[in-house]
């Protein structure tokens, strides 16, 4: 069920489907707080070593909202061109 915010702004003609029946995806999103860049910003501080819930506080975003992104449930584009983390096996066959 979609919330009453996007239901009226496809009804306006705001926002126009994406994808799965979806509404646009991130910056294009008229609800995103975040930008690229600070996905950008974001995959590298927690390669710096930053907490989710550290870099939620900074982003005045949800810990839950930073996990999706840096397990590439959200943003899947900047995901797999930019964070996306070594494959496990490789690890396991070079030892």
Request: glycine residues 12%; hydrophobic residues 40%; aromatic residues 4%.
């Given at each position: 069920m979609l919330s009453r915010s996007l239901r009226e702004g496809y009804a306006s003609g705001r926002?126009?489907?994406?994808?799965?029946?979806?509404?646009p995806a991130g910056e294009k999103c008229y609800l995103s707080k975040?930008?690229?860049?600070?996905?950008?910003?974001?995959?590298e501080l927690r390669k710096q070593g930053t907490t989710h819930k550290e870099i939620a506080m900074m982003y005045n975003v949800t810990r839950e909202?930073?996990?999706?992104?840096?397990?590439g449930k959200s943003w899947k584009t900047l995901y797999k061109e930019h964070f996306k983390p070594e494959d496990n096996n490789a690890k396991k066959e070079s030892n």
């Open positions: 926002l126009k489907p994406h994808g799965k029946g979806r509404g975040l930008k690229e860049q600070d996905i950008l910003k974001i995959y909202a930073i996990t999706m992104i840096l397990n």
